[in-house]
């Protein structure tokens, strides 16, 4: 069951229109959203991208995903009418979906290199036309997942929004 950071069940919440979403927990995390998105009239499978910092993470997680979700993915660098893209961020270049899931967004390195990586993730960050969701075993880790959501956090506050809610398990 997933919870709103205050407590409110949200077992059958997508975010609305250009809404970002947190998801903060293990990878099998993801598969309520994925599949409250899949039962939209109007949503196909090929409407979802998950993006991965490497391939190796991409396997993994098609493993983890829901048994009916598994049967619709496809781990790829070329998306595939009819299916669930799963890919990596370097490889969504170019492409665009619905729905996108930033996976393990805390396991990108924040390092002497964070200038290539905050455009990497940007070009990620851009492939979701409707909904985006970053996922992050812990956004309080530091890093560039924990800059991300200070970020969000901090300019819906200064707007006086507060859409955008931190998805983790109970």
Not at 4 to 30: A, L, N, R, W
Not at 58 to 70: F, G, I, R, S
Not at 86 to 96: M, R
């Amino acid at each position: 069951m997933y919870k709103k950071s205050g407590g409110e069940d949200i077992d059958q919440k997508i975010p609305g229109k250009d809404e970002i979403e947190f998801i903060e927990g293990q990878i099998s995390d993801v598969n309520i959203p994925i599949c409250k998105l899949l039962s939209q009239a109007s949503m196909k499978p090929s409407d979802i991208m998950i993006l991965y910092p490497t391939w190796k993470l991409a396997d993994t997680l098609k493993k983890e995903l829901d048994n009916e979700v598994q049967k619709v993915a496809e781990v790829t660098k070329e998306p595939l009418e009819g299916v669930l893209t799963i890919t990596t961020y370097h490889s969504s270049k170019g492409l665009e979906a619905k729905a996108c899931f930033l996976m393990n967004v805390d396991q990108i390195s924040h390092t002497a290199n964070t200038t290539m990586e905050k455009k990497l993730l940007y070009v990620a960050m851009t492939r979701a036309s409707k909904y985006l969701f970053i996922h992050a075993q812990s956004f309080s880790s530091g890093g560039l997942a924990n800059e991300i959501y200070d970020w969000y956090i901090s300019r819906e506050q200064s707007s006086g929004e507060t859409d955008s809610e931190l998805i983790s398990p109970t």
